[in-house]
């Protein structure tokens, strides 16, 4: 699990890096705030060290 998430993550973050994203905006859901590159990036790995946290909780 801990391999696929880490060759998962490598993959997009590669994706990212071939994006001209200095003017990029776009919207998740039904969020009317617009979403900038380095705003999404914070909130992921945000939401990535919650789940590393559960996951080295589970492992103890």
Known sequence: MIK???ETRTHL???F???DHSEIRF???NDK???TYERYLKIFLHH???H???IE???G
């Open 52 to 54: 590393k946290k559960q």
């Open 13 to 15: 973050v590669n994706h």
């Open 4 to 6: 696929t998430f880490i």
């Open 27 to 29: 919207f998740i859901g």
């Open 33 to 35: 705030r617009p979403y």
């Open 17 to 19: 890096h071939k994006v």
């Open 57 to 59: 909780n589970l492992l």
């Open 48 to 50: 990535d060290e919650h």
